[in-house]
């Protein structure tokens, strides 16, 4: 991270690099810039704006992603040997149980997988994002620098995303001519493929906003208007009710001292969203209960792909059909006796627990709470202790509470290069680092960065 310092009560101390105040001119450390080229090649991609008009979206694709694979590749190797070289300690702190066990446990699944190439690809893949998920906090050159390219990366998201809106509606705006969804017309989803994935990734700009705002006033509350009105212009009311709530409850725990009292707030709605939804097929007494509720009790199409995903996770319940190799493969949409209209197109559960376990066994689904709920609350807590960075824990407690609540509804966790599973990893990664390590407030941009150690 930049210039991270050592602690004598800690392990080690410290990461991160910027220059302080808004300037057109102010100074950006090469390796700022690589940070800034992670999370654009993330959100933009290499195909914003798709057309989804165009025939060609609706065919299973897993092999026309090569030049996106490379470049994650060569990114994840050039910031792991860019945070090697200055924070190795912050890398090594990752070699924990919990991470190791949850992505052993990946490795496993491939072997054993009934697709293990398609399941091994995805793997390889998952291992390019996971790197630079572990690095993004690493690589800005201090807390200033980290501030002001956030701030810099979500107004270009912003700014792309309304010039898409007002001068490209065609390939900005969902139209009842899109072959996939024509029923979305109207909604917002900017330079991505999806209503959903625009609403998510405004969230975080949103989140990225009201950090900024502490120390870039102006720049801070344009960031979070503009995407407040871009997720109510989605139409994603999923995403804007746990929007919302993600900002009531962050705020409300950041005021709780009592660990149990605080776990109880976080997690009920995590609970909650999954019975709701979820909990809705599975127990015929909460289909009742939601059905009472001013909402979708199908949850917009969702209750059939549970409905038919959950008896396949009693299958093969200890490892799973194979890391990432049910939905979406040439098995499941040319081969399966089950199939039904929409199973011929999902390409996920609408839920990221109950994907966990189709790809990798219930032991799977409680690797992951482990590594990416249980740790991170754990990291949570103690960053607060320490005192250090509440507003920037606070920003990595909203993306990441905000992700758990929305995977009720959506799948994200080990989607290759989808947005909101690389921000989800920055976040993760970033609350452990800021769990153990005290970082730089501001470097001397004339120097290199400090070693971890220094």
């Known amino acids: 991270m930049p210039g991270v310092e050592h602690q004598n009560s800690g392990p080690a101390a410290n990461a991160m690099g910027v220059i302080g105040t808004f300037s057109?001119?102010?100074?950006?450390?090469?390796?700022?810039?690589?940070?800034?080229?992670?999370?654009?090649?993330?959100?933009?991609?290499?195909?914003?704006?798709?057309?989804?008009?165009?025939?060609?979206?609706?065919?299973l694709?897993?092999?026309?992603?090569?030049?996106?694979?490379?470049?994650?590749?060569?990114?994840?190797?050039?910031?792991?040997?860019?945070?090697?070289?200055?924070?190795?300690?912050a890398l090594k702190s990752l070699f924990i149980p919990s991470y190791l066990g949850m992505f052993g446990w990946v490795g496993v699944t491939c072997v054993i997988s009934q697709d293990p190439l398609t399941s091994s690809k995805r793997a390889v893949m998952l291992v390019f994002v996971v790197l630079c998920g572990a690095t993004l906090f690493l690589l800005p050159r201090d807390r200033d620098e980290l501030t002001r390219l956030l701030s810099w990366f979500a107004l270009l998201i912003i700014g792309l995303s309304y010039f898409g809106v007002f001068f490209m509606p065609e390939y900005s705006i969902h139209q009842a001519t899109d072959l996939g969804e024509p029923q979305l017309a109207?909604?917002?989803?900017?330079?991505f493929g999806h209503k959903n994935m625009a609403s998510a990734v405004f969230s975080f700009l949103a989140f990225i906003g009201l950090f900024v705002r502490k120390e870039r006033a102006a720049e801070g509350w344009i960031i979070f208007v503009l995407s407040v009105v871009f997720i109510i212009a989605s139409g994603g009311k999923s995403s804007t009710a746990i929007f919302l709530a993600t900002i009531v409850i962050s705020y409300v725990a950041a005021r709780i001292f009592n660990f149990a009292l605080w776990a109880l707030l976080v997690g009920a709605p995590l609970v909650g969203l999954n019975l709701l939804g979820i909990g809705s097929v599975l127990w015929p007494s909460l289909t009742s209960i939601t059905s009472t509720l001013p909402l979708d009790?199908?949850?917009?199409?969702?209750?059939?792909?549970?409905?038919?995903?959950?008896?396949?996770?009693?299958?093969?319940?200890?490892?799973?059909?194979?890391?990432?190799?049910f939905w979406n493969t040439a098995a499941m949409l040319y081969g399966a006796e089950q199939n039904t209209e929409w199973a011929s197109t999902a390409s996920h559960a609408h839920n990221a627990y109950l994907d966990a376990v189709l790809s990798m066994g219930f032991p799977g689904l409680l690797l992951f709470l482990a590594a990416f709920v249980v740790q991170p609350a754990l990291d949570i807590r103690r960053a607060l202790?320490?005192?250090?960075?509440?507003?920037?824990?606070?920003?990595?407690?909203?993306?990441?509470?905000?992700?758990l609540y929305l995977s009720a509804f959506e799948s994200f966790f080990f989607n290759r290069a989808h947005p909101n599973w690389v921000t989800f990893l920055f976040a993760v990664f970033s609350l452990h680092y800021l769990a153990r390590f005290k970082i730089t407030r501001s470097a001397d941009a004339r120097s290199p960065p400090r070693s971890w150690m220094a």
């Open 61 to 89: 694709g897993d092999g026309n992603e090569t030049v996106t694979y490379f470049l994650f590749f060569v990114f994840a190797v050039i910031a792991t040997i860019i945070a090697w070289r200055s924070d190795w300690p």
């Open 186 to 191: 109207g909604d917002w989803r900017g330079l």
């Open 385 to 403: 202790a320490r005192g250090e960075e509440p507003e920037l824990t606070l920003m990595f407690q909203q993306a990441w509470m905000f992700t």
């Open 24 to 59: 057109l001119g102010a100074p950006i450390s090469a390796r700022g810039l690589f940070f800034f080229a992670i999370l654009a090649l993330t959100c933009i991609s290499l195909s914003p704006f798709p057309d989804l008009g165009d025939a060609r979206l609706l065919e």
């Open 297 to 325: 009790s199908s949850f917009t199409g969702r209750a059939d792909v549970w409905a038919y995903a959950l008896p396949r996770t009693t299958e093969t319940p200890i490892f799973g059909h194979g890391f990432l190799a």
